[in-house]
């Protein structure tokens, strides 16, 4: 069983940064995936980063692309993801997500999930 806690979020104005964090017990966190994904009341869940278990393979949603930045140190079983400027349609709650598989965009492959930290970036 793995647990994610994810923190860091809070309300921002646009054009500022937040850096989340999402923590995972157990000991096989080097071996998986972690993601991250976001999602508004009314919406589906959509993908933002996923960083394989070597952080070898990054890929990112076009819509974060050159503005956020997922990391992962392999010693503090803990993936970051650093957002840079801002904007209001990036506020929603953010997930972290765990996978013994490949690092991938879709939701499904993902066996663990955190608990999401809000984001609200105002105008």
């Known amino acids: 069983q793995v647990q994610l806690v994810e923190s860091g979020g809070g309300l921002v104005q646009a054009g500022g940064s937040l850096r989340l964090s999402c923590a995972a017990s157990?000991?096989?966190?080097?071996?998986?995936?972690m993601a991250w994904f976001r999602q508004t009341p009314g919406k589906e869940r959509e993908f933002v980063a996923a960083?394989?278990?070597?952080?070898?393979?990054?890929y990112y949603a076009d819509s974060v692309k050159g503005r956020f930045t997922i990391s992962r140190d392999n010693a503090k079983n803990t993936v970051y993801l650093q957002m840079n400027s801002l904007k209001p349609e990036d506020t929603a709650a953010y997930y972290c997500a765990a996978n013994l598989g490949p690092a991938a965009i879709v939701g499904d492959v993902y066996d663990y999930w955190g608990q999401g930290t809000q984001v609200t970036v105002s105008s």
């Open positions: 157990g000991r096989t966190f080097s071996s998986r995936a």
């Open positions: 960083i394989s278990g070597s952080g070898g393979r990054i």
